[in-house]
């Protein structure tokens, strides 16, 4: 047993037992694209993407300590439009400074660094070849009053492309009434990316205020997730970003007050469970069973940070996952402790003995 394994199972402590032993999903793995050094080659050499494309996939899979693995560490930092960037870097203000965030993700052996047009084009010349450049080109900006939940284009896909970047990355809030907008301007512009060469991340997240019932939050379910990650393949994404699942029932719960989209009850008695692994799986079985690879983020920092993205860590890996993009645990702590928390994710990912169950 790998120190790495024995040091997970401690950080994970209650929740060892359950995640590491758990191996009876509804899907089986042999179903699925699992990640793996191959993966790039065996998916997008019979796609239409071009060899520039899978080319800056390939700098991303061979970039950092998860090299060659398939695996992705990546560190996102575009906080400072929507949730302000005195909130955002109120508790560590060295990352007012865009340096310093491409320093951390290079410090903790990130695969890519993902954040606004403005914070990697002022670094672009001195860093754009030394770690794969994420430009983020839309965002949800809350100055205007009354807050509004809308993501915009801040950026084009050219000036991506002119600084140097590996990839283009974008939001679309599913199920929000802008969503059909947003659809239409990401799927262009994905287009456009890979013109240009970029591969494409999709953060594919839910925006509705009635997915919020009594105290269930449908925002993270797994059914409705799920939908919006195959959503994101269909436009193109190379990449999906998406949360964490908690809980399933979407749409079996919001039919309940008014007819709402479409499912079917084997969704939730053959094709997942209420165990965390079974959950993601059926994320990842939305994005086209596993070739299109699922990134699940690290979420708001709070008091069990550690713990709560191993947990997430593990959750992604065995569920057929391909990595985390994590954030605010990271750069909303000093610079030791950001590179801490990273390096713990990414030995989730190089210990052998947590697998694809």
Known sequence: MSHNYSSIQKILGADAEKLLNFKNPKINKEKLSVPGKDHVDNIFSI???????????KK???????????????????????????????????????????????????????????????MSKKYADKIPFIVKINHNELLTY????????????????EMGAAAVGATIYF??????????????????????????????????????KDDKDFHVATDLTGQANYLGATI???????KLPELNGGYSELNKVGKYGKFDEKMYSELASDHPIDLCRFQVVNCYMGRISLINSGGESGGSDLHDAIYTA????????????????????????????????????????????
């Open 47 to 57: 796609s239409d993407r071009s060899e520039k494309v899978i080319e800056n996939l």
């Open 175 to 212: 199920g929000s009434e802008e969503s059909g907008r947003q659809i239409q301007e990401v799927s262009k512009a994905f287009a456009e990316a890979h013109e240009f060469g970029m591969f494409t991340i999709l953060w594919c997240y839910l925006r509705n205020s009635a997915f919020k």
């Open 146 to 161: 009354p807050n509004k939940h809308d993501q915009i284009m801040f950026a084009s896909v050219r000036q991506a492309y």
């Open 314 to 357: 593990v959750v992604n890996k065995c569920a057929g996952g391909s990595g985390l993009i994590l954030g605010r645990k990271a750069f909303q702590k000093s610079l030791k402790e950001g590179v801490e928390i990273i390096k713990a994710v990414q030995d989730v990912y190089l210990c052998g003995e947590i697998e694809v169950v």
């Open 236 to 242: 193109g994404a190379d990449i999906i970003k998406q």
């Open 60 to 122: 991303l899979r061979d970039h950092g300590r998860l090299a060659k693995t398939g695996y992705y560490s990546i560190l996102p930092v575009d906080q400072g439009v929507e949730h302000s960037a005195g909130a955002s870097f109120a508790k560590n203000p060295d990352y007012f400074d865009p340096e310093n965030i491409i320093k951390l993700a290079i410090e903790a052996g990130c695969n890519g660094v993902a954040s606004t047009y403005g914070i990697l084009a002022m």
